[in-house]
């Protein structure tokens, strides 16, 4: 049994359960990202692989042994802190070497791995600087540098990009996918920004509520959620309640043909908003009223109001002569864009 | 509201009546004791106008040097004992749950406020031979017969301790508790044991917090004044005992006061290195 | 807290820590008036004469009255000097805030031996109300520590709101800056009466010989004779602290005042 494995981990604080019942296989080399809002457990889950919290049930191996009584510091890991952590006492260099010589090596192989460490994050020659003489960016690479410098079997991020600006942010979130591909390492990252996790990642798990609701591809994930949850947590869904219809689905306002239930008389259905198509003219399946228009720049939100139901809708600007609010027009929701949940499944 | 100088007569009112007080009853009798530190003693307890040196020249003699050297040792060696045991308590104090750093601060408050009087009394019954410890120690069959371990050096360092220890901890409290745990955490993720770490990590970015810590320290146990007298001989008197003893006992307010400003000067110079060290560390401590 | 060796670490310390508590508190329930621990025989009548002995209900009304009036007095030097170094900028006040801590810093004994000299050389030596006047400069530096933290707390924006609502300084200090300090000033008052009750050194070198608190009777007794009446009375004095410094944590937050991020904050 290779990779990472987690069954069953459960944690309790008193009476709140922050992680509860999570199993997931991670295979080597893999980059995963845990998704979700703030309070559904991911930190706590990403601390409970480093060994910094204990689970209170379930196991958790690497590479077919179960490591749950292994401390963290046998763990052979690095990890990058939201904080960073960088040890203010020490020298770049002295904290990128700090895994180093815990380990017993030698100054010289010391001093040659810090400097490849260096040129590896493209920070070279910055060894006799302190921490406080670095920019936001430049700490991050350190606390990189710092968290690989002994091979380590896992790669842990807890929200490592949350203190950089938008712009450099992106970057980073660029290279570090790159380094991760380059070295082969497997990497777990814990975030609430699901385009960060979304472009960065082979795999993501979105959480809630200490749960896993789901774990796929990033494409995957947001072209079948498995939840209303997900559907609404990645990107923007519209949600819509239906029920079953003569060949289709009935919503307040019209109908969605072919759209099958399945058993289910009634439904929630999930429609991206790219997915929505506009038509001109009052006549179709799904009439509905323009009540508000956003222009975005490259897309324009169209918001529609057919029956009780809002939908939002992403077009491409000024397809059709450009949409006037207060214009009646035909929206069509194809079938097979839509995913279909059972109506009671909360969002 | 931005925060501005004082424009009017009227802005510097808030601080007129605290500052009167400070310099009537605090700068004044300063002032006057280190006045009182020059003048003659005269027979009968008083003393007269005078500008002598000589209560200051009584400190070339053997005497005053050795109490000299004993109170700036006692007080080291206490300073030292606390921060030893002071320091990984802390450390581990900051790191429970909230509500028990609570009682552990009550505890802690509770003891430090007590009167040097009952501090010293509590000790000296404690150690004494009719209710002390050692009657303990018989009942268990440690000991033959109950022994009294009062007065002596022993019980001094016993009593200073048990009333600096509460101070020390207070003192460390602020910076241990802002110490960013994820420091530790890395620490142990790259490969340090706990002990390991809180040798190459917690202790070295604290060293400017401990020196001064313990530069406060020394200075309150060189203001110890009762505990000495109560728990220990004549042999363990200090500085501060004495001037208590030259001022009440013996009436030579001149040669108290000579003392005192002596006392003074030391501290501030202490006081001064420990802000000239803590002012300097920018880490550790936010 | 896990580690087994820890948890006997802070046992120890409890022990210590409580030790001479435990002690006094068996000496004083004594049959006899001998102070041996174990106690021989139990009786309650030493706690008793704390209040029904006339000198030690006396020392003790003493020791009340002096603490309280004391510790009003430190307030009312604190409270608006952390007010103005908080509103003003003006580097010179700082000087007046290090002499409002210096008492504190510097031993004691220098703080009495000065309170000596000044009430000598002003002829009021003795007078019972010296002793209130030299332990409210002696306590100044604890409301003075915890009011300028709590001024350090309130938000400057929410001042500024107040100020477009159309409050000005007098209405803002009455309707804002004073509610929100108050827990800062009640725990600064606490902090300075439980000192002042248990202080010995200033008040014996002010009125040592005229008024009697608790600390000098319990010194004089340790002296010329003792009795268990003054564990009894340290007992309560012990209780007292920290039946103060509980109401402090219960109401305050007593890790912030004793220098900790708030919750929530830092981390």
Request: proline share 6%; with cysteine.
């Amino acid at each position: 049994m290779s990779g990472l494995q987690l069954v069953d981990i459960t944690k309790r604080y008193g009476a709140v359960t922050a992680v509860d019942g999570i199993s997931l296989e991670i295979e080597d080399g893999a980059f995963v990202c845990l998704l979700g809002p703030s309070g559904c457990g991911k930190t706590t889950l990403l601390r409970m692989i480093a060994g910094l919290e204990d689970p209170s049930a379930g196991d958790i191996s690497l590479q077919g042994a179960r490591i749950n009584d292994m401390p963290a510091h046998k763990r052979n890991l690095g990890m990058v802190f939201q904080s960073l952590a960088l040890f203010p006492h020490l020298t770049i260099g002295e904290n990128i070497a700090y895994p180093l010589k815990i380990r017993g090596n030698s100054r010289a192989d010391c001093e040659a791995r810090v400097r490849d460490l260096l040129d590896m994050v493209q920070l070279p020659g910055i060894e006799n600087r302190s921490t406080a003489q670095l920019s936001g960016g430049q700490r991050q690479r350190v606390a990189i540098a710092r968290a690989l410098a002994v091979s380590p079997q896992l790669f842990l991020l807890d929200e490592p990009l949350s203190a950089l600006d938008a712009k450099l942010r992106e970057a980073m979130q660029v290279e570090l996918r790159q380094l991760q591909q380059r070295l082969g390492i497997t990497t777990i990252v814990v975030t609430h920004d699901q385009r960060e996790a979304m472009s960065m990642s082979d795999k993501i798990v979105v959480m809630s509520n200490g749960k896993v609701e789901q774990m796929a591809a990033p494409i995957e994930a947001y072209k079948k959620p498995a939840s209303p949850f997900v559907a609404d947590f990645l990107g923007q869904a519209n949600l819509i309640r239906v029920q079953k219809a003569e060949s289709g689905a009935a919503l307040s306002g019209g109908r969605v043909p072919g759209l099958s239930l399945g058993p289910r008389n009634e439904a929630l259905i999930s429609i991206r908003p790219e997915d929505v198509v506009i038509k001109g003219g009052g006549e179709g399946p799904l009439p509905a009223d323009v009540v508000f228009i956003r222009e975005m720049g490259a897309t324009v939100e169209v918001h529609l109001d057919a029956g009780a139901d809002r939908i939002i809708a992403l077009a491409p600007p000024k397809r059709d002569g450009g949409l006037k609010v207060g214009a009646r027009v035909s929206i069509d929701l194809p079938a097979d864009a839509c995913v279909v949940f059972d109506s009671r499944e909360a969002v | 509201m931005r925060r501005n100088p004082p424009q009017k007569p009227a802005d510097y009112l808030p601080i007129a009546f605290p500052a009167a007080m400070l310099a009537l009853f605090f700068v004044v009798p300063f002032g006057i004791m280190v006045a009182i530190s020059v003048f003659k003693r005269v027979q009968g307890g008083f003393y007269e106008p005078a500008f002598t040196l000589d209560n200051y020249a009584r400190f070339l003699t053997p005497f005053f040097g050795e109490v000299l050297m004993f109170s700036l040792a006692l007080a080291a060696i206490v300073s030292v004992v606390c921060l030893l045991i002071g320091v990984p308590f802390t450390y581990l104090l900051t790191r429970i749950g909230r509500r028990y750093q609570v009682l552990w601060l009550i505890t802690l408050l509770a003891v430090l406020s007590l009167s040097e009087v009952i501090i010293g009394f509590a000790w000296s019954t404690l150690l004494s031979r009719t209710a002390g410890l050692s009657n303990f120690l018989v009942f268990l069959s440690i000991m033959d017969k109950p022994e009294a371990w009062t007065p002596g050096f022993g019980a001094v360092m016993t009593g200073l301790v048990y009333q600096a220890f509460p101070y020390t901890v207070l003192v460390l409290y602020p910076a241990f508790s802002r110490l960013d745990p994820s420091l530790m955490e890395a620490a142990r993720t790259l490969g340090s044991s706990p002990l390991r770490a809180f040798w190459n990590v917690v202790l070295p970015i604290m060293r400017k917090t401990l020196l001064a810590t313990f530069i406060i320290v020394f200075i309150f146990a060189l203001g110890a004044y009762l505990l000495p007298q109560i728990l220990g001989r004549p042999q363990h008197w200090t500085l501060s005992v004495l001037v208590t003893d030259q001022a009440i006992y013996q009436s030579n307010m001149p040669f108290a006061a000579a003392m005192a400003v002596f006392l003074v000067l030391s501290s501030l110079f202490l006081v001064g290195l420990s802000i000239l060290v803590s002012e300097k560390k920018g880490i550790g401590t936010p | 807290m896990k580690n087994p060796a820890a948890k006997l670490f802070f046992a120890v310390i409890g022990l210590f820590m409580m030790l001479p508590v435990i002690v006094i508190a068996g000496v004083a329930l004594n049959a006899k008036k001998t102070l041996v621990f174990p106690p021989q025989g139990l009786s309650a009548d030493w706690y008793l004469s704390v209040v029904t002995d006339p000198a030690w209900r006396s020392a003790l009304l003493n020791s009340l009255m002096v603490a309280a009036a004391a510790s009003a007095i430190s307030v009312a030097i604190a409270l608006p000097l952390s007010w103005f170094l908080w509103r003003r900028v003006a580097p010179w006040a700082r000087a007046v805030q290090m002499i409002g801590f210096a008492p504190f810093i510097l031993p004691p004994v220098i703080t009495a031996l000065g309170a000596l000299s000044f009430w000598a050389t002003t002829g009021f030596y003795g007078q019972p109300w010296t002793v209130i006047i030299s332990h409210g400069i002696f306590f100044v530096s604890l409301p003075l520590v915890t009011i300028t933290l709590g001024f350090a707390t309130i938000d400057r924006d929410i001042l500024e709101a107040g100020m477009t609502m159309g409050a000005d300084d007098k209405t803002l200090l009455k309707t804002v800056i004073f509610p929100l300090i108050r827990p800062y000033v009640i725990s600064g008052f606490a902090f300075a009466f439980v000192l002042s009750l248990n202080e010995y050194i200033v008040a014996y070198m002010t009125v040592g010989f005229t008024l009697e608190t608790i600390p000098i009777k319990v010194f004089n007794a340790l002296r010329y004779g003792y009795t268990p009446t003054m564990a009894a009375v340290s007992v309560v004095f012990i209780l007292l602290a920290v039946l103060v410094f509980g109401l402090v944590a219960r109401f305050g937050d007593l890790p912030k005042l004793m220098g900790a991020w708030s919750r929530g904050e830092g981390t």
